[in-house]
């Protein structure tokens, strides 16, 4: 089965509608405060009502009450939340709503932690960076992806780009990649030229 592709920190509607012309198979939106891609959830509602229905939408989250997840989700029309905080495994089975739980990982040791989140979502693997949730560009270990796969579908994310996301595809074998910062001209702004490479460079690893 082909790499999935999400295209997260999505802030405008072009950028959207380019990713979803391209083939992205989910759009990531963040809802997380702190971040230079934050989005009011009204406006990312106005976004995702013009993209193909297809496009799986996730709103990104870091250690929001789960009640005001709900109502982002509910404002914005997501799919799906992603959780990229300290969200407890009993935090996500009561949320009510499909979920990804993101891991910062800053050695192979924190690979356990995976195990308590086995049942009911998706893995994202992230580079750890102190007191940043994500959005970092920092170049994620591969092989530690590889063989968090006995836990579930991995989503891998940190520092990929046109330029080394297949090599990573071949490394990790992931159920799909995440991409952000490395397809960008600025916080926010995608550069629809590198969204073009770095999709034909996963659709050319097969």
Known sequence: MSVRIKIC????????????????????????KPSPRYLEPEKAAGIIRKIPRLVTTVGVFVDLPADEVRRVAATAGLDRAQLSGDETPE????????????FRLAAEGDLKKITEYETGGDILLDSYV?????????????????????????????????????????????????????????????????????????????
């Open 130 to 206: 102190k007191g940043v949730p994500g959005g970092t560009g920092e170049k994620f270990n591969w092989e530690w992806a590889a063989m968090a796969r006995s836990h579930g579908r991995v989503i891998l994310a940190g520092g990929l780009e046109p330029s080394n996301v297949a090599e990573a595809i071949r490394t990790a074998a992931p159920y799909a990649v995440d991409v952000s910062s490395g397809v960008e001209s600025a916080p926010g702004i995608k550069d629809h030229r590198k969204l073009e490479d770095f999709f034909a460079a996963v659709r050319n690893t097969g």
């Open 91 to 102: 935090y996500c089975r009561r949320l009510g709503l499909s979920w990804i739980k993101a």
């Open 9 to 32: 920190g999505i802030t405008r509607l072009d950028d959207a509608l380019a990713a979803s012309e391209l083939g992205a198979d989910a759009l990531g939106f963040v809802f997380h």
